[in-house]
Every structure is written in C-alpha cells, then in structure tokens.
C-alpha cells in the first residue's frame, strides 16, 4: 500500500497507534490532522515525529477550508477518520462538541473528499474510511451478535452522533458513489490511551492505592480488542474493503467490568505487588483487588456488546493476533513504563474524576 493517507485524530488513543503501525507495514506518507483537544497529544507520536514520511497539521475537521486545502494538497489515496470526540460520560455532560465533531466533522470531510473525488482528481483506488464503533447498534441481552446488518439503535449521545456520521458516510456512497468503507469496532485497549476509559483509569487508581470505581454492578460486558489489531484490521479494509460495505471488527473476548478490573489487579499484583507499594502499604491495604468499589451506574448504560467478526475474516482474512491476557499484560507493563506521560497528559484540566451524571449525587 502506498500513496498519502490523510489519517485525522492521530494525536489520540488509535489514531497514534494506527499512523506508527501505517508506517510500519506500508508505503504509505502519513499526514496526521488532529486538533489536539484534551484527547491529543504529540507526545503519542514522538517516535515517529522524524519520519520523512510522516507530517503533522495541527486542524480541527470541522474546518472546511483546512481539509480542502490539505486534500488538494496532498492528493491523498485514503481519508481515514478517527478524530472525535470519544467517551461516553463526557457525551452525557456536554453533547455539543460531540454533534460538532462527530457528525459536523465527518459531514465537513465527507464534503471535500466528494468535491476532490468528483474532479477526477483522486487516484482511482481511493477509500474515504470511517472508523466507528459497535455502541452504535445499541446494547444485546446475553445471548447474539452484532452483524454488519444489525440496525442502529444507540442510547448515548456518543453512540447517537457517531451514528450519524456513519449514516451520513453510508449517504455519500449510495448517492455520490464516493469509495465509502466504514467499520465498526469493539472496546480497544493498549498503550496511549487516555486515563479516562476503564483500563487505564484503574492501573493509574490502583497504582495510588485509590478506591477502583466500577459502575453499578459491574456485570456490563464488552467485546476488548488489542489496539494494534483494530489499527492492522482498518489497514486490511482499506487494501481490500469493498466501497458501500461495512465491516464489524472485534476480539471475539467478551468480558464484564468487574472481571476486566479484577484481571488487571491479577496483572498489577505481579508487575507490581501492592506489598511493595508505599500509595498501598501506607494506608494499609495489602491487596488491589480491595480497592474495588461499586458507584452509581452510568445513566442508559448498555449492558452487553459483542461483535461478530466474521465477515472481515471471511473476505479480508483478518483476525486479532493478541489474546487478552498477553494484550493486559502488555498493557499494564507500558503503564508502568509511562507514568511520566501518564503525568504529563493528565496534568490538565482531567484529574481522573468521576463525570456524566448529569449533575446527580454519586
Ligand atoms: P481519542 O479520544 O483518544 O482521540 C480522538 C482524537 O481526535 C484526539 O487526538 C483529538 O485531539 C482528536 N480530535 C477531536 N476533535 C477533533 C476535531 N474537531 N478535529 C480534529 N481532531 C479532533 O479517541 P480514540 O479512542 O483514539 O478513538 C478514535 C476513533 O475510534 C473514534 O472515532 C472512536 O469513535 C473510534 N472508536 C474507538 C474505540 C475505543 O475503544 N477507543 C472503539 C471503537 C471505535
């Protein structure tokens, strides 16, 4: 694969890990656009800041001059589409930048990438991809499988406007014939990732001997992938998606909350006994998994997802490579490996609180 791919949010959690891995296995020069919001970091491409092949615009995609001129510049084979706005509490405080971005975003870069396809300016291999997510299909009982025809149902203004943004990529194909591809992945987990979702928040709670908040009774489940294998996964559709499909992408690896916080409490008692942490010793708790604690449940929280992976393997030959316990370990291991970055990208306006309860006690 080569050419330019125009890859948006790759300052956040995947973008950055997609832009190392793109560069890695392929030919492609990648140009990051990426506003840097709290979710942002050039720290999260540090090492491959040097890369002749890779360049950084500092842009928002809601920016429709910016992303014309980028497009126009560059020529680019791809548009891939991470930037959003990401976590759900956040979404539950404060929607707006969620409709901003997510769908007044993806609608600005649908746009430019209609108006540069329609000029016959773009290689005839173009893919415009959306990434999005299985929040949208809504929330499963205990048993079935989210398909690529599964209809949307989301609960959460998250969910709600990423959505919106798939119907409107689903549009520009059925009605532009733009090279539309999008998919639909499952809970990631792995290194960069922001200290406000599950597995991060609880390595960095219980590294300061601090109360693990699990919500409600901890029995929602999700479906957890290893980040590097949703990054090689988009990296397959786009070699050999058919335009107008969707494809769901997940680790086939369901788990609940509480067996996600009760495995990394597994994983941190080995890497780092809490007999030898002074933030536990100190307040005289001998063991991680004492600081569990059971808040108030995330309002329309969804209780299960579980994606069906299929299709991506059937046709593309795509399937994850980490199991979940060697991803965790790896996962827990960077942590403790990045505490200064842990430190530095926390050190804004996030400090690990508690949000999206609408204002009620907790
Ligand atoms: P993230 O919050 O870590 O990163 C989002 C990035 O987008 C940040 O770098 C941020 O600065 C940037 N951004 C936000 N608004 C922008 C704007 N207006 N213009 C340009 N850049 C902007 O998110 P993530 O977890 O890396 O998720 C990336 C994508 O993958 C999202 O579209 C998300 O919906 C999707 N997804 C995430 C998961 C998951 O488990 N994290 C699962 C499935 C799908």
Redesign the pocket.
Known sequence: MSGTYIV??????????FAKLALEKTDARIIA?????????LA?LAEISGNPAFEFVK?????GNLVRKLIKEWAPSAVI???????VDRSIDSPV?FL???VT?TFTLLEAAREYFSSGAAPSDFRFLQ?????VYGSLGASGYFTETTPYSPNSP?SAS?ASADHFAGAYFATYGLPVLI???????GP???PE?LIPLMILKALEGEALPIYGDGSNIRDW?Y?ED?CSGILEVIKAGVPGEKYNLGGNCEKSNIEIVNALCEVLEELKPASGNPAMTGKGISRYLDLKSFVKDRPGHDHRYAIDASRVKNDLGWCPVHKFSQGLRKTVAWYLDNLDWCRDISSGKYRMERLGLKGDED
């Open positions: 948006t949010g790759a300052a956040g959690f995947i973008g950055s890990n656009l990426d506003k840097l919001t709290y979710a942002g970091n999260n842009g928002d995609i809601t920016d589409n991470f930037a959003a706005e990401s976590h930048s901003q971005t997510n975003g990434v999005s997510t299985d929040e998250y990423k998919t639909n992945c499952s809970n990631n987990y960069f990732q922001f979702k992938l980040v949703h």
